[in-house]
């Protein structure tokens, strides 16, 4: 019952912040649109119930937000640099990246992330053994590991803290 209160008290926040405007009717529609999201996705977030003893997984949820944010428009930039200068190398590959989220929420949300960002694409997912096969736009080294490295890892280290 917690989880799902502070789910609909944290989109409830949200509702109004997006709003900027506090009247009668949007509290109203935020209450209805909180009330629904908690219903259809309530335990979210609480994968491990008995450890959500506070909301710091919807603070990290909130900080990764913007670092999502952040590294789209980086890559929306180099995307459209190379459709517009044909010079710049494009070298495509698929490279296998290992994760350690184990959660399947966790990793869906780390294969969407990395599939939203222009230039790479999430092709299929091993669970049982932890790795993601990404197509890349350009493989930008010959260092696999360390390639990889640079495009999950930004994403991985804050979906730990929220599906651990």
């Known amino acids: 019952m917690k989880p799902r209160l502070i789910l609909f008290v944290f989109m409830f926040i949200i509702w109004m912040f997006l709003g900027w405007n506090i009247n009668t009717h949007n509290v109203i529609a935020g209450l209805l649109v909180a009330g629904v999201i908690t219903l259809v996705m309530g335990n979210l977030f609480a994968s491990t119930p008995h450890y959500f003893g506070h909301g710091t997984k919807y603070l990290w949820f909130l900080w990764y937000v913007p ?18 200068s ?79």
């Open 67 to 84: 670092v999502f944010a952040w590294e789209c428009l980086k890559a929306n930039i180099d995307v459209g640099r190379r459709i517009l």
């Open 86 to 164: 044909p010079s710049l190398p494009i070298n495509p590959g698929i490279i296998k990246v290992r994760t350690t989220i184990k959660s399947d929420i966790g990793l869906t949300i780390l294969a969407n992330s990395v599939t939203l960002t222009p230039g790479t694409l999430c092709v299929d997912m091993d669970i049982e053994k932890g790795f993601l096969y990404i197509h890349c736009i350009d493989v930008g080294s010959y260092d696999m590991d360390k390639y990889a490295l640079g495009i999950v890892d930004k994403f991985e280290r804050i979906l730990k803290k929220i599906f651990y």
